[in-house]
């Protein structure tokens, strides 16, 4: 298995901007994690997802974010409208349901936001 | 909600000397405690973990101790080598799965050759 996909790798927008980062995670994975990592607030889960279905979004810094998981084998996570405090690097996660709990990390987005 | 602290948070030790980096969380429901490594630039990654009904667990060089009366848990790594220079970050989650990982802040470990 290639392990979590996650596109693009690099993003640089400007302030205003819709930003849309994609996650494909591997497959047969019940869940699904978004997370965002900075230096000041470390790694932050912002929402997560089972079975295709949004379990707990408490995470989601305000109504500027949104994520959606329309199939088992994808996820967007959309910033709209994006300001420069969005900047950070934004990692997708999936796991299979208990007693394995380790989650596998995709390699991030990193988003500039100018 | 969790709340998972970690310390410290840079620790520089000579290789082949031991390095030990602490955590302690507030939900006493909390029974899975992952950590994870990430090296600069890459993704977290799964190095050990342990739940509540273990007191210890050792897997080679690294060691995980918890102590749930204290809230507390600990990774001990042993004869330390440059690659072991990271960043760890601790974590914990409640009884019924593995949802909801509450991270520690990170420990910067420096191997010093």
């Known amino acids: 298995d290639a392990g979590v996909i996650q596109s693009p790798r690099h993003e640089v927008t400007e302030m205003g901007q819709e930003v849309t980062l994609r996650c494909k995670p591997i497959?047969?994975?019940?869940?699904l994690f978004w997370y965002r990592q900075t230096m000041m607030r470390g790694l932050e889960l912002l929402i997560y997802f089972n079975n295709n279905v949004p379990i707990d979004d408490s995470g989601m810094p305000e109504d500027r974010f949104s994520a959606k998981m329309p199939n088992a084998s994808f996820s967007t996570l959309k910033i709209q409208p994006s300001e420069p405090r969005d900047s950070a690097v934004y990692f997708c996660?999936?796991?299979?349901?208990?007693?394995?709990?380790?989650?596998?990390f995709g390699p991030g987005t990193r988003l500039t936001v100018t | 909600g969790e709340n998972v602290e970690q310390h410290p948070s840079t620790l520089s030790v000579q290789e082949g000397d031991s390095a030990v980096i602490k955590c302690t969380y507030s939900d006493s429901a909390s029974n899975y405690f992952p950590w994870y490594k990430q090296e600069l630039g890459k993704r977290p990654q799964l190095i050990i973990d342990i739940r509540s009904n273990v007191g210890e667990k050792k897997d080679q060089r690294i060691a995980v101790t918890l102590n749930k009366t204290a809230k507390h848990f600990s990774l001990h790594i042993t004869e330390t080598q440059p690659e072991d220079s990271a960043v760890y970050f601790c974590a914990a989650s409640p009884d019924f799965g593995n949802e909801k990982l509450t991270f520690g802040t990170g420990t910067r470990l420096t191997i010093i050759p």
């Open positions: 996660a999936s796991s299979l349901p208990p007693p394995q709990y380790e989650q596998y």
């Open positions: 497959s047969g994975h019940d869940y």
